[in-house]
C-alpha cells in the first residue's frame, strides 16, 4: 500500500518567488497535517485539516503561507513572495482518524535564495 | 506554554551498547506520547503510548511512559549500525489534534 506521497521533493525558490507544495495522504485517511522542519529542529506544526475542513491554522508563521485540501484528499501547501527563512523541510503527515498514529511523507526540502 | 524536551541531543555508542532516550513534557491536556525514527527526511512511526506503567516493545526496541512524572525513554539493546538516525519523541496534547515535537537525538553507532 502507497504511503503518504509528497512533491517536488526538492524546492530552489528565488526570494519573492511563490511556491507550491503538493501531499497525497494514505487513501482514507480523514487527518492532515503540515509540519516544518527547520535543520537541526523537530518538525513545528503548520496546519491541520479534517477531511476538506482546516481545523487549526495556527501554526502558520505569516499570511504568506496558504493551506488548501479542497476535496479532502491532496492537500497543498502555498508559500507567497518567499523569504531565505521559508528554508525548511515541509513534512506532510496523515492520520486515519481524528485521534490517531500520523505517517508521514518524504518531505520537500525548500531552498529560498 | 507546551514544551517536549529530549535528552540527550546526542549520542554516540558501539554496536551492541544499550542505550536509553529520555523525553519529558509539561503540556495540557495530555493525551499520547509518540516515538518516532528519523533517518532521512520522514519520521518513522515507533510507539505510541497512553497509560503509563505499560511497557512497548517491538525487537530491541522498547518504550514506557510514566504520566506522573511526565516523561518517557526509549531503550534499545544490542545496538546496530542501522540504529543510527534521529528518535523524535512527539506529544498529542491540548484541544487541537497536533503533535509536539522534541528537537529529537541523534543517535550514532559506531562499528
Known amino acids: 500500500g502507497a504511503g503518504v506521497s509528497q512533491s517536488p521533493r526538492y524546492k530552489v525558490a528565488k526570494r519573492g518567488q511563490d511556491v507550491a507544495l503538493r501531499c497525497d495522504p494514505i487513501?482514507?485517511?480523514?487527518?492532515l497535517f503540515w509540519y516544518q522542519q527547520a535543520l537541526g529542529q523537530g518538525p513545528e506544526f503548520l496546519t491541520y485539516?479534517?477531511?476538506?475542513?482546516?481545523?487549526?491554522k495556527s501554526g502558520l508563521p505569516s499570511d504568506r503561507f496558504f493551506a488548501e485540501r479542497p476535496e479532502g484528499s491532496v492537500s497543498t501547501l502555498k508559500i507567497q513572495r518567499t523569504q531565505q527563512e521559508d528554508s525548511a523541510v515541509y513534512l506532510c503527515?496523515?492520520?486515519?482518524?481524528?485521534?490517531?498514529?500520523?505517517?508521514f511523507g518524504p518531505g520537500t526540502r525548500l531552498l529560498v535564495l | 506554554e507546551d514544551k517536549v524536551v529530549q535528552s540527550p541531543l546526542s549520542l554516540v555508542v558501539h554496536e551492541g551498547d544499550t542505550v536509553t532516550l529520555n523525553c519529558s513534557y509539561e503540556?495540557?491536556?495530555?493525551?499520547?506520547l509518540l516515538w518516532y525514527k528519523q533517518e532521512k527526511k520522514a519520521p518513522t512511526f515507533l510507539f505510541m503510548l497512553t497509560s503509563s506503567g505499560i511497557e512497548k516493545k517491538s525487537g530491541r526496541l522498547s518504550s514506557i511512559l510514566d504520566k506522573k512524572e511526565l516523561f518517557s525513554i526509549l531503550n534499545i539493546t544490542a545496538t546496530q549500525t542501522g540504529d543510527s538516525a534521529i528518535y523524535l519523541c512527539?506529544?498529542?496534547?491540548?484541544?487541537?489534534?497536533?503533535?509536539?515535537f522534541g528537537t529529537g537525538t541523534r543517535l550514532t553507532v559506531i562499528p
Open positions: 503540556v495540557t491536556n495530555f493525551r499520547s
Open positions: 485539516f479534517q477531511n476538506e475542513a482546516q481545523l487549526d
Open positions: 503527515a496523515s492520520s486515519p482518524a481524528f485521534l490517531g498514529t500520523q505517517y
Open positions: 512527539a506529544v498529542e496534547a491540548g484541544g487541537a489534534n497536533n503533535l509536539f
Open positions: 487513501s482514507g485517511h480523514v487527518s
